[in-house]
């Protein structure tokens, strides 16, 4: 998958799903709408000057609280194509690989960047360059499949992909 | 560096010599399970993913179990869904009250000898956790990742970190495996184990018969871990000898494997615990609630719904009455079950005492059906949660509690020891 170039947004440790997109908006299904209410509470200067392709930075537990995959369908709909945070909550970081969308655990980033710096990613080297500052910090390249899943989209897309790949072999066969 | 169980259970599993905590790693599946709750969303996902068929018939466990049998339209209707998604598919592990082999389904699968140690079993259910009793890497997940699974039996895993939960010394009379996990959870808390691997241990686990071994691991989920595993040994082998003929790699932990944290427990004078409202982390000896006034009792589920639970409960039970204004449901957790107990009369002993039997369902333990709670009231339960409203009105009060506490419970009217009944 293809590497991605963009501005830094900060967020703190212990964002929950409810701060990404409150409870009351569930009934949503709209992603630009979910979109649109995106941290509307806790970060509102994101929901309005996030630009697509912008990155996401997070401190610790990004994503505890409600397993809602609002969340990450939201953030898809703002134009995050990536998230670096020190750590993840379990199912949020299951959510987000599977709608497609890069989680990418690495402490030594975050620290290093701040709001505003111009950051580089590049799954598949494992290379994270805050460009701003000069500096680099590696993190442990996503194994094959699961770039093969962002690369397809989300998982639904990924499994489509596989299962007509094994019928078309089996019509070569 | 040696490797834990769970740590070589998923390196076989992606075909590696090794895995090492944090790893993400594409796993083969060797069993995937869903519900009538959790298998509807997994259906239409399959369809969306145009997954004709899933990956293997005989890998692809459907269970009826929850709304069970159906006390609405609506519930009849996901039923319907289920069944007919069953047949269609040709799956060969189809259960449903009625249907002959029925049961919940965490009781259910090890009874019917479809867990096996070594294996991968994913469940679209949190307490999958339970079939870690046999030495299996087990865990739940959501409706797509068990659809992902269904269509191509393989799911990606991030390999958990490992605590061992070290036991010694003979538990006393009365107390078993539900009042162990009620006590490790209290230590642990429930949030003390997310993401991880909890390795249950030591002389008193190794002394257990799989049926507490089964609660210990059903309810690892309670602490946030991501599965529960004990090592099979020669109890393992004898309860699966009865049940598959099918073989399977007895895998153990190294000696040198790494842990995230550890714990060690002195179980000879754990007492009987009861975890009070509304966490299951919640738990303190039985004596000091002893002025806890109850108004419902329910045996059952897959915490607590085997023979042997039953066994204990009928044991104080005999000859005894439920107190004036106590109601007890008595539910064994699968049809096998259900039999045995009609056969060594224990269901006998239960109706002469009043209570109510109904037939292998989650029915209560969710909040579903078949003896919810009002507003007000308050239950001894040997199931696995005691959330705000998890078993009927959120004014509804739940205390987890073993067999034997909920059955001395039931004839005493309010929480009791089982030594105040049996003399």
């Given amino acids: ?173 | 560096m040696g490797l834990t169980i769970t740590e070589k259970i998923l390196a076989r599993a992606a075909g590696l010599e090794a895995v090492e905590p944090g790893d993400i790693v594409q796993v083969k599946v060797d069993l995937v399970m869903g519900t009538d709750v959790t298998l509807p969303l997994s259906i239409l996902e399959l369809a969306r993913m145009g997954a004709e068929r899933v990956f293997d018939p005989e890998k692809v466990v459907a269970v009826i179990d929850h709304f069970a049998p159906a006390p609405n339209v609506e519930a009849a209707t996901r039923s319907k869904m289920v069944r007919d998604f069953a047949f269609e598919q040709g799956l060969v592990h189809y259960f449903e009250p009625g249907y002959g082999r029925s049961g919940i389904c965490h009781a259910l699968l090890p009874e019917q000898g479809l867990t096996l140690p070594g294996s991968v079993v994913l469940g679209a259910d949190s307490h999958t956790t339970t079939y870690g009793a046999l030495g299996a890497f087990a865990t739940g997940m959501g409706s797509t990742d068990i659809a992902a699974a269904m269509a191509l039996g393989e799911t990606w895993l991030r390999v958990p970190d490992s605590i061992r939960l070290h036991y010694h010394g003979a538990l006393p009379k009365w107390v078993g495996g539900k009042d162990l996990i009620l006590r490790t959870l209290h230590e642990v808390g429930v949030a003390g184990a997310i993401y991880k691997a909890m390795e249950f241990c030591g002389p008193t686990i190794e002394a257990l018969p799989m049926s507490d071994r089964f609660t210990i691991c059903n309810m690892a989920v309670e602490a946030g871990a991501k599965n529960g595993i004990i090592a099979p040994d020669a109890e393992t082998e004898r309860y699966l000898c009865d049940r598959t003929t099918r073989s399977y790699e007895a895998l153990h932990s190294d000696d040198d494997a790494s842990y995230a944290a550890t714990y060690e427990f002195a179980c000879h004078e754990l007492q009987p615990q009861v975890a009070y409202p509304f966490s299951p982390d919640q738990a303190r000896p039985v004596q000091q609630a002893t002025d806890v006034k109850i108004d419902a009792v329910i045996i059952g589920s897959c915490t607590n719904g085997r023979l042997e639970d039953l066994r204990i409960a009928a044991q104080i039970l005999r000859d005894k009455r439920v107190a004036r204004g106590v109601r007890l449901i008595v539910i064994p957790a699968t049809q096998k079950t259900y039999v045995e107990a009609l056969k060594e009369g224990l269901l006998e002993v239960f109706a002469q005492a009043g209570g109510a039997i109904s037939t292998p369902t989650c029915g209560p333990c969710f909040g579903g059906h078949m003896g919810v709670l009002a507003a007000g009231e308050t239950a001894v339960s040997t199931t696995n949660r005691n959330f705000v409203g998890r078993m009927g009105h959120p004014e509804s009060e739940v205390y987890l509690a073993s067999p034997a506490v909920a059955a001395a419970s039931a004839v005493a009217g309010r929480i009791a020891h089982p030594e105040e009944v049996v003399t």
């Fill in chain 1, 1 to 173: 998958m293809r590497g991605q170039r963009g501005r830094a947004w900060k967020v703190g440790d212990n964002v929950d799903t409810d701060q990404i997109i409150a409870g009351r908006y569930l009934s949503l299904t709209d992603p630009q709408e979910l979109a649109s209410h995106c941290f509307e509470e806790s970060y509102p200067e994101l929901t309005t000057g996030f630009a697509r392709g912008d990155l996401l930075v997070a401190g610790e537990n990004l994503g505890c609280g409600s397993s809602r995959e609002h969340a990450v369908v939201a953030l898809k709909a703002l134009g995050v194509p990536c998230i670096i945070a020190s750590s993840f909550a379990r199912i949020f970081f299951r959510n987000c690989l599977n709608l497609g969308l890069l989680p990418l655990e690495c402490p030594g980033a975050v620290a290093g960047i701040e709001p505003g710096d111009e950051v580089h990613v590049d799954p598949a080297t494992g290379k994270i360059e805050n460009v701003s500052k000069g500096l680099v910090f590696e993190f442990k390249p996503l194994p094959c499949f699961l770039q093969e899943i962002l690369t397809a989209g989300d998982m639904t897309a990924y499994v489509r992909n596989r299962l007509s790949q094994a019928r078309s072999q089996k019509v070569r066969r």
